[in-house]
């Protein structure tokens, strides 16, 4: 019996099904298809332990429907764009071309390794030129269909490096610049956007796909479809001021108008002697993010315009006042403030003295704006509020809430104001003021304006005789043979876009790219489309579900309507996976120093035991610490698996005993049953539990010598089968040696039969008032009838029921018997 050498035998078949073509994964109308998708990386220069707690769980899965018949689809690919490399630019001095390549061939390594089932030949790099044409060209097709725009947006901008920054790069309380610590201003520079919000309805509609209910909670609640009304205010210059409210029932009850310190009227509204605090307001709410801003627990800050607004429901006279807790970003920057009936409106207006007139009453009693010491957000009736007094007022949204009926029935039929629907989705913001990213293919030409470069000139390449400034700056600015560029419309002048697109927009199509990466006449082959679109499973982690989660469904939309598909979803299932620990049960760090490297773990264990070990210490979807220890488990079920495929064993007859050939018999199926039924709940751990336990019955097996050679090796075979989608280079291997058919990754899922895997007998707990009292081995046929009356037979029983008979007496057939005394 050779000794277990995973270091040796690994990169052997890992050469061998490379070699063999074993993962090459081709169209096959015979056979049912499945696309499985696990989030490809970004090649930051190693794969650390999180990549392959995300990627061996998602192979195995792609595994087991590969041996249960399916012809699956599993790639892989490198998300290459990003500041990352940039930024490794400026520090070392090389270019991120150079960077981002070498660190892609340093993981190729690595993700081979781990004996994954990718077929390489579909790789796609969202760097490569063939694959950002393809980008460029979506961003063309988007602005065909008025899904992309121009509009001037805020950054932060550092005026001391004159240049924009990415969140990542404003550092501290005081947001400062991560390079040269200089405070952080807001700069509104022209940038493009796509119109996510045209589908902010769509979105909302999970019914087509089977994801997290926490995705689609967070997704719903980041899209955030609120039901009320616009009503437009008037100021006192003859400036309309529309405004959405979800309680237009509240209106009469509005004592002051907020606007956004970046409303377009601040400038015009603000008198003369406000001018100085109003602009001192606006350049300190500059330096604030939107989440600093929104903090309900943050104190309420304002200024007054010296203006003031006409409500229109009662012709009153209200001021105007400039406060950073409204935001552009929602409805249209400006508010009503009601401040008995909104808590942030209460202590506004609390702080600067303003009125507080109570328009609900309680059951309670009425209320005293001068006395009430927090707003009111309850159920009641309307009052102080005119034609609408006295209606209830519930607490359901919307036209389900009685008072908000009748307000916008009054505000429609006194043209005040409109039924309307609000998000809190905004247009995604694509441009980026960075180098190392897709060009954005529009040129400006002073006749002919923003002009797209025609299909015939993509990809727009990015320059590579570029020199990074060390403030920052994108190169692609001072670079005079980018820059200048004739006009495809007119052959004049034109200057070229130097922004480059958000690498989310490179990943929101990635998954159509694999299936021909190098395809030339369009992003894929339409026949390949045919046969494996859309996504059937798609793993990752769930910080995800709020950006790419959803540009990438916003993309699949577009494409339908670009004619490009004929299906509305991206990906048809969603698992997450949680994350892995440090020892010290905190996210890992290099500056915690509890980091694990998967490259070490192979070397001293082989990626068959850390693959097991990723699938066997916890929940998949929960995560949880690194355990050295833990490791241990499945390293020896390894070694065992190891033995008893190499054993010869040979009982001797006499030794064979009916009754323990049955229950290995029994245990071989129950597991199969077992094992299948977890795969296909992404129950990883109990999987390899499973496994555990057949393996400690073939021990038993081989140390005792009593059960048949046929049933040993009925045994063996299904565990290794088992075992293959987990550790695919032991099974593989042992496989070999048993001389079974090559390869054991082309050989269907085993089969259990129920009449083996049924018990001969059962455990049946026996509880009086919902405690366990007794538990008693039965035949496994025993009738519910005779459960009843074996239970009520027991001494223990007997003892606590004290000679009384039972008040009822509840079976649940072949589990328990609970007595109610």
Request: aromatic share 12%; glycine share 6%; net charge negative.
């Amino acid at each position: 019996m050779s000794s277990y050498n995973p270091q040796q035998l690994e990169p052997q078949w890992q050469t061998k099904w490379e070699a063999d073509g074993l993962y090459r994964q081709v169209i096959d109308p015979g056979k049912p298809k499945h696309y499985a998708l696990t989030m490809l990386p970004y090649p930051s220069g190693d794969l650390h332990i999180g990549h392959w707690y995300a990627m061996t769980p998602s192979d195995a899965r792609a595994r087991y429907m590969r041996m249960k018949g399916y012809n699956v689809l599993f790639p892989m690919g490198f998300d290459a764009f990003g500041l990352p490399a940039e930024n490794a630019a400026i520090k070392n001095r090389f270019h991120p071309k150079t960077w981002t390549y070498a660190n892609i061939e340093r993981m190729r390594g690595q993700l081979r390794s781990m004996g994954a089932m990718f077929d390489w030949q579909r790789e796609a790099v969202s760097c490569d030129p063939d694959y950002y044409k393809w980008t460029q060209w979506f961003f063309k097709k988007l602005m065909e269909l008025g899904l992309a725009y121009r509009k001037l947006s805020a950054v932060d901008f550092c005026p001391n490096c004159n240049t924009t920054l990415a969140r990542e790069q404003v550092w501290g309380d005081d947001r400062h610049c991560e390079r040269c610590g200089t405070p952080v201003i807001k700069k509104d520079l022209e940038q493009w956007f796509f119109k996510t919000t045209d589908y902010a309805e769509e979105l909302l509609d999970f019914s087509q796909i089977n994801w997290p209910e926490r995705v689609e909670v967070m997704q719903t609640n980041w899209i955030g479809k609120s039901s009320g009304a616009n009503v437009t205010f008037m100021t006192e210059q003859g400036d309309a001021m529309p405004i959405f409210t979800t309680r237009p029932d509240t209106l009469w009850g509005a004592t002051f108008m907020v606007m956004a310190p970046e409303h377009p009227l601040v400038d015009k509204l603000t008198t003369p002697e406000q001018a100085e605090a109003v602009g001192q307001y606006r350049e300190q709410a500059q330096r604030l993010t939107d989440i600093d801003r929104e903090a309900a627990d943050r104190e309420k800050t304002g200024v007054f315009t010296g203006a003031y607004a006409i409500n229109p429901v009662n012709q009153e006279r209200i001021p105007i006042w400039v406060a950073d807790y409204v935001l552009m970003g929602y409805g249209f920057g400006a508010i009503m403030a009601v401040p008995a009936h909104d808590q942030r409106d209460f202590e506004f207006a609390r702080k600067f003295g303003l009125p507080i007139i109570p328009v609900i009453q309680p059951e309670s009693g009425a209320l005293d704006g001068a006395t009430m010491t927090e707003a009111y957000v309850g159920p009641g009736v309307m009052v102080n509020s005119g034609a609408i007094d006295g209606t209830a007022v519930t607490e359901a949204k919307g036209r389900h809430n009685p008072s908000i009926a009748a307000a916008i029935d009054w505000l429609v039929a006194h043209n005040a104001g409109d039924e309307a629907v609000n998000y809190r989705l905004r247009d995604w913001l694509i441009s980026r003021q960075r180098y190392w990213g897709a060009p954005i293919p529009v040129v400006y030409c002073n006749a002919c304006g923003a002009v797209p470069v025609p299909d015939e000139e993509l990809p727009v390449l990015l320059p590579d005789d570029i020199e990074f400034m060390p403030t920052g700056e994108s190169p692609l600015k001072f670079h005079e043979a980018f820059i200048h560029a004739a006009c495809p419309t007119c052959g004049g002048p034109a200057l070229r876009e130097t922004d480059t697109m958000d690498t989310f927009m490179c990943s929101s199509w990635y998954q159509y790219r694999y299936l021909s990466p190098h395809f030339a006449d369009a992003p894929f082959d339409p026949a390949e489309g045919a046969y494996w679109l859309p996504v059937d499973q798609y793993t990752g982690g769930i910080e995800h579900a709020t950006m790419h989660l959803i540009y990438t469904r916003f993309f699949t939309k577009a494409m339908r309507k670009m004619g490009l598909v004929d299906f509305a979803e991206p990906m048809l299932a969603l698992h997450n996976q949680g994350m892995v620990l440090g020892e010290d049960n905190e996210k890992m760090s290099k500056s915690r120093g509890n980091v694990v490297a998967p490259d070490n773990l192979v070397q001293q264990y082989g990626a068959d035991t850390v693959r097991a070990y990723l699938m066997f210490f916890t929940r998949w979807e929960q995560g949880g610490p690194w355990n050295y220890d833990g490791i241990k488990g499945p390293q020896r079920l390894l070694q065992d698996v190891w033995e008893i495929g190499q054993y010869g064993y040979a009982p001797p007859p006499q030794q064979v005993n009916e009754q323990a050939t049955r229950a290995l018999r029994r245990k071989t199926h129950q597991t199969i049953r077992k094992v299948g039924q977890d795969f296909e709940a992404f129950s990883f751990n109990t999987a390899v539990a499973a496994i555990m336990e057949l393996r400690n019955s073939l021990n038993d097996a081989k140390r005792n010598r009593n059960v048949t050679a046929v049933a040993w090796n009925e045994a063996v075979n299904n565990l290794l089968l088992l075992l293959a989608p987990i550790t695919p280079h032991i099974a593989e291997e042992l496989w070999a040696q048993r001389g079974r058919p090559y390869s054991i990754h082309q050989q269907p899922w085993p089969q259990w039969d129920e009449e083996i895997a049924r018990d001969d007998t059962i455990t049946l707990v026996v509880q009086v008032d919902g405690k366990v009292r007794d538990r008693l081995e039965l035949p496994a046929d025993t009738p519910e009838a005779d459960m009843k009356t074996v239970a009520l037979a027991s001494e223990n029983v007997q003892r606590y029921l004290e000679g009384k008979e039972p008040r009822k007496v509840i079976v649940i057939k072949g589990k328990l018997v609970n007595i109610v005394s």
